[in-house]
């Protein structure tokens, strides 16, 4: 049983939603608190988030560096370019690895549903290459973490 | 297991780019080498390199069509393309599970007790 769906749309565009049991306030909350945000948004295991900037304001930074055991690292900067409390989040953002990553626009929204929340992330990448080297990094980053469990496992 | 021998060549096949870049305009759709080579400002035969290690990576297979050889995913590469969504899935999955519980103890001080429901 999974909550999470996540399907591309068109040739740029990766939609993922997802509930929660919590009301949208408190989601936003942990989308833009910088407290909250080290604490969640770490990716596959054995990640950590040591630097976490966040100006939750249009035209606000943030940058996250994450870091892991063996000290490998990398980190994403964005824009703030949109700021509704407590429904919608629009931001741009690119990873560094070292190099620059395309920018990826990214719509967040939270919808009331029930007593939760519905939340529906759109992004939108320049083109279809970009999109699909992004998900490839993301298979990267998840296959390195799968070999670290193997290793704590032999 | 045979996708497990594969796994090396498979992955070092998919560490470049403009490999990755190919494999993503492979999956709009049959392309000759020409047709590759544009968008990525490479000379074909640096595009006909990749693509001979994509097709040793068994990512990639070629059709005899009169004097072209158009290239498409092969069911390796198309599974490929499927496992970076799932390995996009994976991560996320797991935020959003620690955000439960974030979300979980930020309620708690709030919580009533004694409450009907």
Not at chain 1, 3 to 22: C, P, Q, S
Not at chain 1, 82 to 90: A, F, G, N, T
Not at chain 1, 114 to 119: A, F, H, N, S, V
């Amino acid at each position: 049983m999974s909550k999470l769906t996540l399907k591309t749309e068109g040739d740029t565009h990766i939609v993922v939603t997802r509930r929660f049991a919590a009301p949208p306030e408190a989601i936003y909350r942990a989308h833009t608190d910088p407290k909250l945000i080290q604490k969640w948004l770490l990716g596959p295991e054995g990640w950590t988030m040591p630097v976490c900037i966040n100006e939750a304001r249009p035209g606000g930074n943030f940058r996250y560096e994450w870091t892991n055991a063996k000290g490998r690292g990398f980190y994403v900067t964005g824009e703030y370019l949109e700021l509704e409390p407590y429904s919608r989040i629009v931001h741009v953002e690119r990873m560094y690895l070292p190099d620059p990553t395309p920018d990826n626009h990214v719509e967040t929204r939270f919808d009331a549903a029930g007593t939760g929340t519905l939340m529906t992330m759109r992004m939108t990448l320049p083109d279809a290459q970009t999109r699909a080297a992004m998900l490839a990094t993301n298979m990267e980053r998840g296959m390195e973490a799968s070999y670290a469990r193997l290793e704590g496992m032999l | 297991m045979e996708a497990a021998l594969n796994l090396d060549s498979t992955f070092s096949a998919l560490a470049d780019p403009t490999r990755r870049a190919i494999l993503a305009r492979l999956a709009k759709g049959e392309a000759t080498v020409m047709e590759l080579a544009q968008p990525f400002e490479m000379t074909q035969p640096a595009i006909s390199q990749h693509l001979k290690v994509l097709e040793d990576a068994g990512l990639v297979v070629r059709r005899v069509d009169g004097t072209k050889r158009p290239r498409r995913l092969a069911k390796a590469g198309i599974e490929a393309m499927d496992q970076w969504l799932a390995m996009l899935r994976k991560a996320l999955e797991k935020n959003y599970d620690r955000l439960d519980e974030v979300l979980a103890s930020m309620e708690q001080p709030k919580r009533k007790r004694g409450e009907k429901s």
